[in-house]
């Protein structure tokens, strides 16, 4: 089974800066896609953005010059470097694994709080 395990999320001021992670467990890391979603209080979860297998980066419109999203194939993990957050950033952050495009794994979340 794969298993994906959040870390980095806290409380920070408009303007900061944090770094998730995404831990996987299971030997389908290096074939999967990486996603991050979010999802705040009384909205749908979305994407803010996935690395495929061989790189290829993608964003939310909203998040475009200030996330960063990369992966260590040898260590299993994928980063979510947030700069220059803004309160509407404040979200539960998921990290998503999708595998030939079939199946989806998600980890329980961290929580992402930016102070105004």
């Known amino acids: 089974q794969v298993q994906l395990v959040e870390s980095g999320g806290g409380l920070v001021q408009a303007g900061g800066s944090l770094r998730l992670s995404c831990a996987a467990s299971g030997s389908i890391f290096s074939s999967s896609a990486m996603g991050w979603y979010r999802q705040a209080p009384g909205k749908q979860r979305e994407l803010v953005a996935a690395i495929t297998n061989g790189g290829s980066t993608n964003y939310a419109d909203s998040v475009k010059g200030r996330f960063t999203i990369s992966r260590d194939n040898a260590k299993n993990t994928v980063y979510l470097q947030m700069n220059s957050l803004k309160p509407e950033d404040t979200a539960v952050y998921y990290c998503?694994?999708?595998?030939?495009?079939?199946?989806?794994?998600w980890g329980r979340g961290t929580q992402v709080t930016v102070s105004s």
């Open positions: 998503n694994a999708n595998l030939r495009t079939v199946y989806n794994f």
